[in-house]
C-alpha cells in the first residue's frame, strides 16, 4: 500500500517556475515507478511525466520536454516535479501516481495502481 500526497501547486505567472513535490507513505515506495498526470477541465488526464524506482530513467510528454524536470529522493519517500518557462496550457490539476511498470504503454491512468488528490497550478498569462 502506498499513500501519495501532492504539494506545491499555486499561481504563477506565465514564464515563471513552481515545484511540485509528492510524499509517499509505505514500505513499498522505492519499488514504484512514480508518475506526474495533469487534468483541466473538460478534458481527460495526461500523463506529463515519470521516474523509475532507482531514478535513473525519466520520461517526459513531448509538451513538456526541456521544461520540467522529474527527480527522487527515495530516502524521503519524495518525488519533485521541477516545473520552467510555465505556460498558461500547463494549467490544471496535477496528480502523483505509482504504478510497477515502465513503457510508454504503462503511462496511463489503468496502467497506475495509486493516486494522490491532486495539486492545482495555475498558469496566468
Given at each position: 500500500?502506498?499513500?501519495l500526497v ?7 505567472q506565465?514564464g ?40 535513473s ?10 521544461r ?13 516535479l ?8 500547463d ?29 492545482l ?5
Open positions: 500500500q502506498v499513500q501532492e504539494s506545491g501547486g499555486g499561481l504563477e506565465a515563471g517556475s513552481l515545484r511540485l513535490s509528492c510524499a509517499a507513505s509505505g514500505r513499498t515506495f522505492s519499488t514504484y515507478v512514480i508518475n506526474w498526470f495533469r487534468q483541466t477541465p473538460g478534458k481527460e488526464r495526461e500523463f506529463v511525466a515519470a521516474i523509475s524506482w532507482s531514478g530513467r525519466s520520461y517526459y510528454t513531448d509538451s513538456v520536454k526541456g520540467f524536470t522529474i527527480s527522487r529522493d527515495n530516502a524521503k519517500n519524495t518525488v519533485y521541477q516545473m520552467n518557462s510555465l505556460k498558461p496550457e494549467t490544471g490539476v496535477y496528480y502523483c501516481a505509482a504504478g510497477l511498470n515502465w513503457g510508454s504503454t504503462a503511462f496511463s491512468n489503468s496502467g497506475m495502481d495509486y493516486w494522490g488528490k491532486g495539486t497550478v495555475t498558469v496566468s498569462s
